[in-house]
């Protein structure tokens, strides 16, 4: 065959225990041809050599098991967040640790915009992380008196707006509602909380988180986002996918140009349960190798550090208890009996250990006369699970993406604020999770945190705090099973292990291409270890 | 990036919010409305599209997510996104009548129907909750949803006790003590079949007006009355500890807190959680302090830890 071509590099890190480490892997027709040295690949017939990564260390194409759109869509503003992250383009975003440096940016960015009435929207702030005084409208005001101006916050919960902006939306001196924050005189404070308030000043600014998710710009920007950090196969998950986003999902994953395997979750809640399930088979059958569609997304409370997760006694640390419910438990059992019964596969979403409770009795009732021997329902996110529900779990042949990027981001809040500084120590327990059994992913959810699968498995190897605080050494786990958990792992929960997540004949040639061997260096390093390109179905991906 | 426009002025558009737990009757009730908009042009926002129960020959057309009828009522999906669907229902040309939003059974339509509030292009109508006069004990009996019920029954300006047909009298007049109890001011009404009157269903509410809690001498039986009063204005911060966690066998907790200058005053409401404070306008003739009233279970409370817990509060001030 004459598109046969052989790539060589430093190191191949193959995650096959058959044959952990090569030399050469050769590609052919987008799959793997053949792993080993250049004498054992070389037995398959005399193909060119691809030596350009020579000096690389190739790893299988990371798998970013819990991601959304959103993480490429929101580029289209301004960033402003605590932390550095990585645009579509490849630029590094520093991280802004204090309101003045927040509004330096929005004053550079103000001063760029040349239509007046152009409102300037920011997103990633993140006052959590901040001391002093709160970001309120008299900050943006010194930015534009005229021009209105709303930051979004990191939790897309929150933002704040200044004059202009709350003047468009009527909101002044006197406004009574739930959510707009008053300064002492009864002025708007500028931050508005929550759907309501939050309404009137998006919809006059045009800022649609839907609208972005489903945008064609914010697609494409997506796949550079995950090519960036070395990721080859990307959920959303959670999708509406109508017939024109889906119509458009397979135009844009189908240029040979983009750079990953999109897997969409579809949204559970959008409709009743029969009408999901039917949705979900129907797109199932439009699936291709670029993009894999049928699995279902559903939730069940909020998060942990909202205050809306979930949690069982003895409740929250500090602050007040607000734990809600996305479906109502009998609907949720309901939907839960209805897809499994359709043999659909499931991606729940479950923070406090409440909710892990419930989503583990769902599962248990549906199994109980639907068996599905090989079912991959994946509890996601499962920040709170302890050692009883990982038995479950094992029981049920449950599988868990635990959110590792948690204990970096937001460690230091679970120690001090939300779960205290005992129950802080298990959150996202990978080591539990692999004693017990059970199938291991482990994800970045951005973009309320950065995607980065080498970033995820350092949180998971360290356990370190952004203060610098180790938040549980006996969950820590080593670098090789976290490599696997951002590999095969994730391939695993979206039941793609058998395709891509490992170099081993017949999967598709999905590589990550590395500038250091991130098992030979020191654990802590493991997150900087620079990422240099990836490769597609054979392919080496550009921007 | 699309430029800021200020809106065009137009006349608000009534939002009237319908919630209630499964099975409480909520898309009978938007069926209802649709049936006996008798001339108003009613967009209703559902969450199951599937259920609404249309005559064939009425559907006028059916596009995606929308369906319209022949009277001139549009019943449109959520679809999982209420910005969107709200935005494309203030976008209609023309604009509908009234607009009636189905909340999710968990939802909590005190923060659904704040939008009404908040957005200049809408008015607030009514709350309109749906209880199951059937299921109604039970629901609030079990741990997993005492709460969203009770939070739901306490945010509503109207109650339909539905499913009238299917209990005893006496349950009834018991059902609406327990919902006297859980909201003091809403109108509470019997009805079969989510059958209510259409008028009053997309009327304005009327200010809330604070009924007495101690008004209930029929129910006085099965609840039992608390309260505490302090002439000290705690800090927020400190209350809000002091109450973080409640005694279990609370129903419902009020209070208010006027600070010692009278420039601050917060609500704190509880229906079994932990409570929500949220600021105030000061009350023209509130003294400074705070007052809390509580309802529960009769013998259920734990009087002494709720009066240990505050009388910490004292000591806390004297240090």
């Known amino acids: 065959m004459s598109d046969t071509k052989v790539f060589s590099a430093r190191k191949i890190v193959t995650m096959d225990p058959r044959r952990p480490v090569a030399s050469h892997v050769a590609v052919r027709d987008g799959r793997i041809l053949a792993v080993g040295d250049a004498e054992e690949v070389s037995a398959w017939g005399d193909f060119p050599l691809d030596s350009r990564f020579a000096e690389m260390v190739l790893l299988p194409g990371f798998v970013e098991g819990h991601a959304h759109v959103l993480a490429g869509a929101m580029w289209r503003y301004l960033y402003i967040g605590y932390h550095d992250r990585v645009d579509p383009a490849g630029i590094t975003h520093p991280g802004l640790t204090d309101i003045g440096q927040a509004i330096e940016k929005l004053r550079q960015a103000e001063a760029a915009l040349t239509d007046a009435r152009t409102p300037l929207i920011a997103w990633g702030f993140d006052p959590i992380f901040l001391t002093g005084e709160r970001l309120n409208r008299h900050h943006l005001d010194g930015v534009s008196a005229s021009r209105p101006i709303a930051v979004v916050h990191s939790n897309f919960h929150l933002l704040t707006a200044n004059t202009a902006a709350l003047s468009l939306a009527q909101y002044g001196p006197g406004t009574q509602i739930v959510g707009v924050a008053l300064e002492e005189d009864g002025h708007p404070h500028g931050e508005l909380r929550e759907f309501a308030a939050m309404f009137p000043v998006m919809r006059r600014l045009g800022i649609d988180f839907g609208a972005l998710a489903r945008s064609e710009d914010g697609v494409r920007a997506y796949g550079e986002v995950a090519r960036r950090c070395g990721v080859t196969t990307v959920t959303d998950l959670i999708a509406d996918l109508e017939d024109g986003d889906v119509r458009q999902l397979l135009e844009i994953t189908g240029e040979a140009s983009y750079p990953v395997r999109l897997v969409p979750a579809l949204n559970g809640h959008a409709a009743p349960a029969y009408e999901t399930a039917e949705r979900a088979l129907a797109l199932k059958h439009l699936s291709t190798d670029k993009l894999r569609l049928g699995a279902v997304k559903l939730l069940t409370d909020g998060s942990i550090q909202g205050f809306t997760a979930q949690v069982n006694w003895p409740g929250y640390f500090k602050g007040p208890d607000h734990g809600i419910w996305n479906m109502p438990p009998e609907q949720l059992y309901d939907t839960v009996d209805n897809l499994n019964g359709e043999d659909i596969q499931l991606h729940i979403h479950v923070n406090g250990d409440k909710a892990i409770d419930m989503a583990l009795d769902a599962l248990e009732r549906t199994l109980g006369h639907h068996r599905r021997p090989d079912h991959r329902h994946t509890l996601q996110h499962c920040q709170m699970a302890g050692p009883a529900q990982f038995r479950r779990m094992q029981a049920l042949g449950v599988g868990v993406n635990l959110f590792a990027n948690h204990l970096y981001y937001f460690g230091d809040q679970h120690r001090d604020i939300t779960l205290g500084p005992d129950r802080a120590q298990g959150i996202d327990g990978c080591a539990s999770a692999l004693a017990h059994g059970v199938p291991l992913a482990i994800h970045s959810d951005a973009p309320v945190t950065p995607m980065g699968p080498l970033i995820t498995a350092w949180c998971a190897v360290n356990r370190q705090t952004a203060s610098g605080d180790i938040l549980g050494e006996a969950e820590r786990i080593s670098v090789e099973q976290a490599l696997h958990a951002v590999t095969l792992g994730a391939a695993h929960s979206l039941k793609m292990d058998g395709e891509v997540g490992s170099i081993e004949v017949g999967k598709r040639a999905d590589f990550a291409v590395l500038e250091e061997d991130p098992t030979a260096c020191a654990p802590e390093a493991l997150k900087d270890v620079a990422v240099h390109s990836t490769v597609l179905g054979g392919e080496v991906t550009a921007p | ?319």
Not at chain 2, 110 to 129: M, Q, T
Not at chain 2, 224 to 236: K, M
């Open chain 2, 1 to 319: 990036m699309t430029a800021a426009v200020p809106m065009p002025p137009t006349t608000p558009l009534p939002m009237t919010v319908v919630a209630g737990y499964l099975g409480a009757g909520k898309t009978t009730l938007v069926n209802h409305l649709l049936r006996n908009a008798e001339g108003r042009r009613i967009c209703v926002l559902v969450n199951d599209f599937g259920e609404i129960a249309i005559d064939a020959d009425l559907i006028e057309a059916r596009e995606g997510d929308s369906l319209t009828l022949a009277n001139g009522c549009v019943c449109c999906s959520i679809g999982g996104d209420l910005f969107r669907a709200l935005s494309r229902v203030l976008d209609r040309k023309p604009r509908p009548d009234h607009l009636v939003i189905e909340a999710s059974g968990v939802a909590e339509p005190a923060r659904i129907a704040e939008v009404a509030r908040a957005e200049p292009e809408l008015s607030a109508g009514a709350v309109v909750v749906l209880c199951d006069a059937e299921t109604l004990s039970a629901r609030l009996a079990e741990p997993l949803l005492a709460r969203t019920v009770s939070e739901q029954i306490a945010a509503a300006d109207l109650l339909l006790l539905n499913k009238c047909d299917s209990v005893a009298g006496e349950t009834l007049d018991a059902l609406q003590g327990l919902l006297r109890q859980l909201n003091e001011t809403a109108e509470i009404r019997r009805v079969e079949f989510a059958a209510a009157s259409v008028e009053e269903l997309l009327a304005e509410p009327a200010p809330r007006r604070p009924r007495d809690l101690t008004d209930t001498a029929s129910h006085e039986a099965l609840y039992e009355r608390w309260s505490w009063e302090s002439e000290a204005a705690h800090p927020i911060e400190t209350v809000e500890q002091a109450l973080a966690t409640l005694p279990d066998g609370l129903l419902r907790l009020k209070g208010l807190l006027v600070s010692a200058d009278r420039a601050a005053a917060w609500e704190i409401q509880s229906t079994g959680g932990t409570p929500r404070i949220a600021r105030r306008a000061v009350p023209p003739s509130a003294q400074p302090g705070l007052r809390l009233v509580a309802i529960a279970l009769r013998d259920r409370l734990d009087r002494n830890a709720l009066d240990r817990r505050l009388a910490a509060l004292k000591q806390e001030e004297l240090v």
